[in-house]
């Protein structure tokens, strides 16, 4: 027996495994939509792989993640490597990593944007958000009320969840500091009526911008010049709340509302991070300079859990946020940052920025096709390999969540069929009625899987209505 054999997992089954789950694992901090919860053994590329070795085709990829495929030997030989060379360093000492990964990614913002800037480190998405806040409200002398969308969704710690727009987040556990104030985000496909997509831009701009007009709209001061709001929290495309795109003139003209009355523009990009728009941050695309982008997920490929902040020099210079302003024992830990690091480097080697582009428009225009053949698919939209597809009834546009549920059992049954093998899809759920497919493939992800994802769709949109 050589060493791997004698440390490889013990296999148990999945009904014991089930049994135990349900016995011993808090059902809080994971998440138990299908009944059973599904187990998986193995992945590789595109795929996942449960107990009876049957593939699924992974089209959200780990809420998007694992931007570059599951099992990367390029980003997996990284990480071995780390193991071997500097696995562990508390948080408080220096490493090269993390001073390079630092340096690429503000180098890369003084490149777009013309400002000079630091990088701050964190161990997950919602806890940079809260690194946020605490830059924000110390930059802004204490001031703790934000902005946020409608459909926005930015985490749920206690922090995060109350600039997050969804009230079940909260419900339970009351306020930390205040809650946002949720504006309307521009959502094309549920415009008013009469309304162009631009125009409905428009007039969420117009809407945020009469909050400023006079005082009693409650949050300008006109004779001391001041806002009571320190930032408003955006995703350039919302998440969770679907992956929606507004039109390309919203933000732009957003911040300049923004800019005039002194308000902070802090990016999440933790979902659409690291070129699943086809650029490195989603708010590339349109046209306008951030004060703070916060990102995780994907740039360590879900191989670490390592999270942060992009912001400019005044606000989190030493003199202003000093050593200890935030702390985790795991931020920046050598793992993570070598990952990271090379994640940086690969996306710019392999030119990500000119194939996933590509990629989405053909996944796109499959997306169309399928439209045409069902009528219960009222909107398609993306940008790069970040899409959508909403789910409705038979008129095209009344939200139909039951039809989505049952689709996502039948994927995850892994029983559709592929060349008289079984298959199965996985998929995730968002938007505001929780009736919208969020595709977040592989940013690797071939041509012919495009082909094959749409073909189970149709496959799978056709079960499921048979079964109502």
């Not at 340096?103 to 913002?109: E, G, R």
């Not at 206690?158 to 309307?184: C, D």
């Not at 902040?309 to 795991?330: D, K, Q, Y």
Request: include cysteine.
């Amino acid at each position: 027996m050589n060493a791997r054999q004698q440390i490889a997992p013990r296999v148990i089954d999945d009904a014991q495994l089930l049994a135990d789950e349900a016995r011993y694992s808090s059902f809080g901090d994971t998440v138990h939509y299908v009944d059973p919860p599904k187990i998986f053994r193995s992945c590789q590329g595109s795929y996942m792989y449960d107990s009876a070795g049957v593939p699924f085709l992974d089209l959200q990829m780990w809420y998007s993640a694992v931007n570059f495929g599951y099992a990367n030997k390029r980003l997996n030989d990284v990480l071995k490597a780390q193991i071997d060379l500097l696995p562990q360093v508390a948080s408080q000492y220096l490493h090269q990593s993390r001073i390079e990964l630092a340096k690429t990614i503000a180098v890369d913002a003084k490149a777009k944007f013309g400002l000079d800037g630091r990088v701050h480190f964190n161990v997950g998405g919602a806890q940079a958000i809260e690194d946020s806040l605490k830059l924000v409200r110390n930059y802004r002398g204490g001031k703790s009320l934000m902005f946020a969308f409608e459909g926005g969704y930015h985490g749920r710690t206690l922090g995060a969840s109350s600039i997050t727009s969804s009230y079940r987040y909260r419900r339970r556990y009351g306020h930390f500091g205040e809650r946002a104030m949720f504006v309307p985000f521009p959502y094309p496909f549920r415009r008013p009526r009469g309304m162009t997509p631009e125009e409905y831009s428009d007039h969420c701009v117009h809407q945020f911008a009469r909050l400023f007009e006079t005082e009693y709209n409650g949050v300008w001061d006109p004779k001391a010049g001041q806002a009571e709001f320190a930032a408003f929290y955006v995703e350039p495309i919302q998440g969770t709340g679907g992956y929606v795109v507004p039109p390309p003139q919203f933000f732009r003209d957003l911040k300049k509302v923004l800019d005039q009355y002194g308000i902070l523009m802090v990016v999440d990009e933790i979902q659409m991070g690291f070129w699943r728009t086809g650029k490195l941050w989603s708010i590339e695309h349109f046209g306008v300079t951030p004060d703070v982008i916060v990102f995780g997920k994907a740039l360590t490929n879900g191989l670490n859990p390592l999270s942060g902040l992009w912001a400019r020099e005044e606000m989190i210079n030493p003199a202003v946020f000093p050593p200890g302003s935030t702390h985790s024992t795991f931020n920046s830990n050598p793992l993570g940052t070598t990952l990271g690091l090379e994640v940086m480097r690969m996306g710019y080697e392999l030119d990500y920025e000119t194939r996933v582009p590509e990629k989405g428009r053909h996944f796109l225009e499959g997306l169309r096709d399928l439209q045409k053949r069902h009528v219960e698919i009222g909107d398609v939209d993306g940008l790069g390999l970040a899409l959508r597809a909403e789910i409705c009834t038979g008129d095209g546009f009344t939200p139909n969540k039951a039809l989505l549920d049952r689709m996502v059992d039948i994927a995850l049954a892994g029983e559709l069929d592929h060349r008289g093998k079984k298959i199965g899809l996985v998929l995730d759920v968002g938007g505001w009625y929780k009736n919208v497919i969020t595709f977040a493939p592989s940013l690797d992800i071939t041509h012919e899987e495009i082909d094959l994802a749409i073909a189970l769709l149709d496959q799978l949109i056709t079960r499921a209505k048979r079964s109502s």
